[in-house]
């Protein structure tokens, strides 16, 4: 058995921490009429607080334990049910800011969606077909007695074969790339969205709002055409900003998927924009955050929670 101890050095010192259980599975189906509802999510719980000890020493007398956290999860799916991720993060981060030693957390979900089998033209009352398109996502982060709730999705792969240009950049000795005024454009959206204040995530209906920032990133893909990815995605979340007040920023990190022209002279063949090589690393990547003017910061919103700037 080891015993706590402390190793104290006053030349080093704790940093910024968290702690918690990650990816949850949690499957609740709504049986309350024969048409089933399903939710399928992948948690994970953080707690922040008075938690230097079990860091330093080792001394968990004020650990909630991970294994607290998941039991958790699963008991909350049964009592609160799933309405929403974001709704369901925000009522478990409640309920661990009650614990003194809490004094704050993040937690987060991705949410596989499910569709319903069509049989004889008619949706399933309870056979569902994993949608493979895109995977909704939550966060919320309680900091200093504030709530922040992100929607979100990641995953989202789309490809535009015309439409897309790229040229006017300076050259210098290192540039090689051919300008084009004519290519494929392609990437996997992720996007990560704050809500308003005035929205409240217990009510509000964030799955029409998560269809319709979906559906206008997507209608932007498709008709801005695109001098660069970057513009493709600040006018994407321009027009969201534009047709939803309830968001306050947007975010969204958009990889360049390259396609790259064959060179098929090689074979006396002419190469029109018809074959190309992709899948090529590297790959050029897009963050910004589109957000309105005057609209406070909110670090403790984005900190820590990858991918985003
Ligand atoms: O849309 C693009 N933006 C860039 O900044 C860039 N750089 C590059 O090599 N290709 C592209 N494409």
Sequence with gaps: MTHPESTANPEIVLGPNQYGKAEVRVVRINRETPVHEIRDLNVTSFLRGDFAGTFLTGDNSKVIATDTQKNTVYAFAKKHGITTPEAFLLTLGRHFLAYEEVSGGRWTADSYPWERITVDGAPHEHSFVRSKQEVRTAAVTIADGVEYVLGGFKDLTVLKSTGAEFHGYPRDEYTTLPETTDRIMATDIAARWLYADDVDPLTA?????????????????????????????????????????????????????????????????????????????????????????????????????????
Excluded at 213 to 218: E, G, L, N
Excluded at 267 to 278: D, I, S
Aim: proline content about 5%; aromatic content about 10%; hydrophobic content about 40%.
């Design 205 to 309: 209906d964030l799955d029409s709002l998560y269809a319709q920032i979906k559906r206008i990133t997507c209608e932007k893909f498709a008709t801005v055409h695109s001098l660069s990815l970057q513009q493709t995605l600040y006018a994407a979340g321009q027009a969201v900003l534009e047709s939803l007040p309830q968001i306050e920023d947007i975010r969204y990190a958009m990889p360049n998927n390259h396609h790259y022209v064959v060179d098929l002279e090689r074979f006396g063949l002419e190469n029109n924009n018809e074959v190309f090589e992709a899948g090529v690393l590297p790959y050029g990547l897009m963050n910004a955050s589109v957000t309105r003017r005057g609209a406070a910061p909110k670090p403790a919103a984005w900190d820590w929670i990858g991918d985003f700037i």
